[in-house]
């Protein structure tokens, strides 16, 4: 009896389990012809993924469709089975038995060193007619593709994340609340035990009901990661786990970057073999569902080590955009971009996951006619005239947007240098003329500043709501802000300023005052001042923000402690802190003071600052045998007291000459603290010449 009724439960879980089976429509294909015997179709398929993708699932599948079909099916769960040959054969004695016999083993990464043995030993010695199926993490040894004549008879399958359609079929099987879904999906990011656990955690957890913000319970987060990542086998693996799911890719020089003091070769060489790692042309990388939870994870566990190593990294590759080649910018860009927008809020505007993979790509003169008609298009006539003026003024400050599979264009973007406007400008483009009129209305931009505009975000999919083409967008203003030289302000032009502002606010950009008449009225501009509020100010500022929520009050214009001098007042506070040199009194209300340049050099003595800043320039001058004599003449007439016709006798000049040699002095030093101020060359010059 007792028999009978296990027979009729293992029919009960075996019904349910196909129940619940979503999706897998090419892998059930690929199998139902390699049953059916079709020509060309595989003997032996290996199905490989990270822990949790569904494996044991659509073995299960398959045996119902074996059987289906009048095959005998034979199972082989490694986890129950001694890893010895001896085992491995009693426990698939039946497939010798029979002619169409199928063999399914799951598990298989357990049987890896044995993998030799059954590719070389055990398999040909099967019936002709026999089907194998194996599925593990692991992904097959190479050797299998080596042998030509196993290329003809196996199929390798890297088993995926379920798409959006399937995802959401499983959420609604598993009884999830249809108003979540977009959350749920968010989260899981196509992968089934992920998509089962939050599943559960939002059917159980009514407090984390909020359809934008929801997130999973701790437990759910903890029972992906044991099941996916298991126990690392050293703290310093735990560490590089850790940057992986802060990251996109990872490489040995980030492990070092980040785990200085640890083997970034062993540690790299451990992450590329775990089964929940893809590798890809710039690194390797978890799947997505992985990265979210060991981030997840982290932050929770240990938020200062967390936000001290986010630190690290973003200091890196903030270097790394400044100083790199461009293209290797361009990836450090996305990164400063990806750490810097793992808030929970921040995923409303970004490109969704399921969307297929896009490129930013340089404008080629062959595009701008499709640039043109593409404006005309989505934004009309006016701003397709817009497009073709900057097309013939700055060409390279456009940017264009393909899908990677078929090359499609998908839109474009421009980031403009303007430094000044001309007549046919001023007519033809009154949103760049309104952004150049507000930040001069604040503090303009000085000779050899210049302002750069975000223009032309346009998108003929998307329009002007997140996508993929709208992250690199994001990706291309984060280099440019950080990669720019000279550039004084900043505006991102957005036609849809309501939906943007909270990112552009965490992003430490406000909207300035404008006036009620304008001539576009539904665009909103959104500014920053890079000489109020510098580099690495602004990063510190978005470090603070990354921890503390959504942005709720769009900031007016920083306040800033800063003076920006114009070139007559910068020329006009040297000669007067010359005069003053000697005398810190003197020094204490010196426009100079409130430069940048001081403000760099202070370490809380601002007049401190300022007279060391001075003895740079005049040294300056001393150090070069052209003006030599220039520099000696100042210090000579500024570290004294006396006349300056004591000091000519005393440098035994002629008074003309000496004043000649004075005013150029002057000239020189004015000409150089105006050099390191608008140019920021100052760290360069204090360098020491290599080989010192």
């Known amino acids: 009896m007792a028999k009978e009724d296990s027979a009729v439960l293992a029919d009960r879980l075996a019904s349910a389990r196909l129940q619940y089976f979503v999706g897998r429509q090419r892998e059930l294909a690929l199998f139902r012809r390699a049953a059916a015997g079709e020509p060309g179709a595989p003997t032996v398929i290996v199905l490989h993924g990270p822990g949790g993708m569904g494996k ?292 409303e505007f970004q490109g969704g996951r399921d969307e297929g993979a896009v490129d930013e790509r340089p404008m080629r003169p062959e595009d701008a006619p499709a640039l043109i008609e593409m404006t005309r298009r989505v934004e009309g006539e006016h701003n397709s005239r817009v497009v073709a003026h900057w097309l013939g003024r700055q060409p390279e400050a456009f940017h264009v947007h393909r899908r990677r599979r078929t090359g499609q264009l998908l839109g474009f973007m421009a980031w403009l240098r303007i430094d000044e406007l001309d007549d046919e400008t001023r007519a033809l483009d009154p949103v760049t003329v309104e952004a150049w009129e507000l930040v001069s209305a604040m503090t303009p931009p000085r000779q050899g500043e210049h302002l750069g505009v975000a223009r032309f975000m346009v998108h003929e999919e998307n329009g002007h709501r997140p996508s993929r083409s709208w992250d690199l967008v994001r990706t291309r203003i984060v280099f440019e802000l950080l990669r720019a030289k000279h550039c004084a302000w900043s505006c991102v032009v957005s036609a849809e300023p309501k939906f943007w502002a909270p990112l552009m606010t965490y992003l430490g950009m406000f909207r300035p005052p404008r006036e009620a008449a304008r001539a576009e009225p539904d665009h909103g501009l959104f500014c920053h001042d890079w000489r109020a509020v510098r580099v690495d100010e602004w990063a510190e500022g978005i470090d603070a923000r990354l921890l503390s929520g959504a942005p709720v009050v769009v900031p007016e214009e920083p306040k800033s402690r800063l003076s920006t001098l114009s070139r007559q007042e910068s020329d006009a506070a040297v000669r007067e802190a010359l005069r003053s040199w000697l005398d810190p009194g003197g020094l204490a209300d010196n426009p100079l003071l409130r430069s940048r340049l001081v403000q760099e050099l202070s370490e809380g003595d601002p007049v401190t600052a300022l007279r060391d800043l001075l003895r740079k320039a005049v040294q300056r001058l001393e150090s070069r045998p052209r003006t030599r004599h220039l520099g000696e003449v100042l210090t000579a007439t500024y570290h004294s007291t006396s006349t300056q016709e004591a000091v000519a006798r005393k440098l035994n000049l002629a008074f003309s000459t000496y004043r000649r040699h004075l005013a150029r002095g002057l000239d020189e030093v004015r000409e150089t603290v105006w050099d390191w101020e608008v140019h920021g060359r100052i760290r360069a010059e204090q360098e020491p010449p290599q080989g010192s």
């Open 56 to 347: 044991s699932a659509l073995l299960q599948r398959f045996a119902a469709e074996a059987r289906a079909m009048g095959r005998p099916v034979v199972n082989v769960d490694a986890r129950t089975i001694e890893r010895s040959p001896s085992a491995f054969e009693a426990a698939t004695a039946e497939v010798f038995t029979q002619d169409n016999a199928v063999l399914l083993v799951d598990d298989f990464e357990r049987y890896q060193d044995m993998e030799e043995w059954i590719r070389d030993r055990f398999l040909p010695r099967l019936p002709a007619g026999a089907l194998v199926v194996v599925a593990g993490r692991l992904a097959p040894d190479p050797l299998w593709k080596a042998d030509l004549g196993w290329s003809e008879l196996l199929q390798v399958v890297p088993l995926r994340e379920l798409g959006p359609a399937d995802s959401a079929a499983l959420l609604t099987a598993q009884g999830a609340d249809p108003s979540l879904h977009a959350a749920l999906l968010g989260f899981a990011a196509g992968h089934p035990l992920a998509l089962r656990l939050a599943a559960e955690a939002a059917t159980h957890d009514s407090a984390s009901s909020d359809e934008a913000f929801w997130t999973p319970l701790r437990t759910a987060v903890d029972r992906l990661l044991t099941h996916l990542v298991g126990r690392p086998p050293t703290p310093a693996h735990r560490r590089a786990l850790e940057v992986c799911g802060h990251v996109v890719d990872t490489t040995e020089e980030l492990l070092r970057v980040a785990l200085p003091d640890e083997d970034a070769t062993e540690l790299f060489a451990w992450l590329r073999q775990l089964s929940v790692m893809k590798s890809g042309p710039f690194g390797v990388c978890p799947y997505d569902v992985v990265r979210d939870a060991l981030d997840s994870d982290f932050r929770w566990r240990d938020p200062e080590r967390y936000k001290a190593m986010h630190r690290a990294l973003r200091r890196h590759f903030v270097e790394r955009v400044r100083n790199a080649p461009e293209q290797e910018a361009l990836r450090a860009a996305r990164e400063f971009d990806h750490i810097v927008s793992r808030a929970q809020w921040l995923r």
